[in-house]
């Protein structure tokens, strides 16, 4: 599946914001080595770059378009390209920070432990994953993938929830984190511009729907969706679309 920075960076503020929420809570005063998962375009890096100006940064992420970008972006950091599903590091990690990634790998059951192993004793798991996947945007959009003419073409395509509830994660690392911080918020993201969901979505849960499809079908498909998303999320009269996004966070310490 192929990512384009440029779209993705369209709402950067929101899809930012969560990020600096997620570090608010990261109680490290001066971890030594900090790995980005999934870090795309190096919006999150920057900010934890600029926390923690002396620590070892690497960024990971599997998708060569999001890290051109991200080594365009002059933040002082490596970058790496890794199928985070086995990446592996090279020595613990102080910090693992993962800021909306890992809802796209499946397997959170042995992911997640796996990745806490990774950390130095006293180090920090910090996760940030959508779980808006019940929300019109998402249940239209699996919807219309089922009808004709496009149930053929993406049946197996879509994910119905990939994120968990939380007391599945308490559950999953409470017996392997020292401390454990779970969390969820919606945020209501005011956009504004035309079919504003559309384009959000079209940066990050249209992807697996844009590569399944030949040209000419997935136009008819957005077409589509797009009509049924304003439908879900009307313009109000200053000509902004509300549009509620809950989220789930994560942060996991491990003992020592």
Do not use: K
Not at 7 to 21: E, I, K, N, V
């Amino acid at each position: 599946m192929g990512w384009d920075p440029a779209q993705y960076l369209t709402f950067a503020d929101q899809r930012t914001r969560p990020a600096l929420d997620l570090l608010a809570r990261v109680r490290l005063a001066a971890p030594g080595r900090i790995v980005d998962l999934g870090c795309g375009p190096g919006n999150a890096t920057a900010l934890l770059a600029a926390r923690w100006p002396d620590a070892a940064l690497t960024g990971i992420d599997s998708d060569p378009a999001m890290l051109e970008r991200a080594r365009a972006s002059e933040v002082r950091a490596s970058w790496q390209q890794a199928d985070i599903a086995e990446w592996q590091a090279a020595a613990p990690v102080d910090l693992l920070f993962s800021n909306a990634c890992l809802q796209w790998l499946p397997d959170h059951g042995r992911l997640l432990p796996r990745l806490v192993e990774q950390l130095a004793p006293g180090g920090m798991l910090a996760v940030q994953m959508p779980a808006n996947f019940v929300a019109p945007s998402h249940a239209l959009m699996r919807a219309l993938a089922a009808e004709p003419p496009f149930a053929q073409a993406l049946a197996g395509v879509l994910r119905a929830e990939p994120v968990h509830a939380p007391e599945w994660y308490y559950d999953c690392l409470a017996g392997r984190a020292a401390a454990l911080d779970l969390w969820t918020t919606e945020y209501l993201q005011a956009l504004s511009g035309p079919d504003p969901v559309l384009r959000w979505v079209r940066s990050t849960a249209l992807r697996p729907i844009q590569d399944a499809l030949d040209p000419a079908s997935f136009a008819r498909f957005e077409a589509a969706y797009a009509e049924r998303l304003r439908a879900a999320y009307p313009a109000r009269p200053d000509g902004v679309t509300l549009f509620p996004f809950r989220r789930l966070f994560l942060v996991a310490r491990r003992g020592g």
